[in-house]
């Protein structure tokens, strides 16, 4: 299983708000799963950044297409050398 990124830049209509609960709940549906690590959007930029875990670009490309609001954007699959963050880590000991 490899790590992912995705590098996603969106644009907005009218439609695209009414597209974001049913997407949320796709979103939610990954993460339960396990295939997606992470998740952050960025309204100044329009841009998204998705960590996925997939055994392949293919693959993680399958998952992002069966977003509501695939229509609305372009995007680049990373492969990821290195990914660490506090999730990772062991709880930092606290003595009594």
Same mark, same amino acid.
């Given at each position: 299983m490899k790590k992912?990124?995705?590098?996603?830049?969106?644009?907005m209509?009218?439609?695209?708000?009414?597209?974001?609960p049913p997407h949320?709940? =796709?979103?939610? #549906?990954? %993460?339960?799963?396990?295939?997606?690590?992470?998740?952050?959007?960025?309204?100044?930029?329009?841009t998204c950044w998705i960590t996925?875990?997939?055994d392949s670009?293919?693959?993680?490309d399958r998952y992002l297409a069966k977003s509501p609001l695939y229509? =609305?954007?372009? #995007?680049? %699959?990373?492969?990821?050398f290195v990914y660490d963050s506090q999730q990772y880590r062991l709880p930092s000991v606290q003595l009594n």
């Open positions: 992912l990124q995705a590098i996603i830049k969106f644009t209509d009218d439609h695209f708000m009414q597209l974001v949320r709940t =796709y979103i939610n #549906y990954l %993460i339960n799963k396990g295939i997606i690590d992470s998740y952050a959007v960025s309204m100044e930029t329009q996925l875990n997939a670009k293919t693959e993680a229509k =609305y954007w372009t #995007y680049q %699959i990373e492969e990821l």
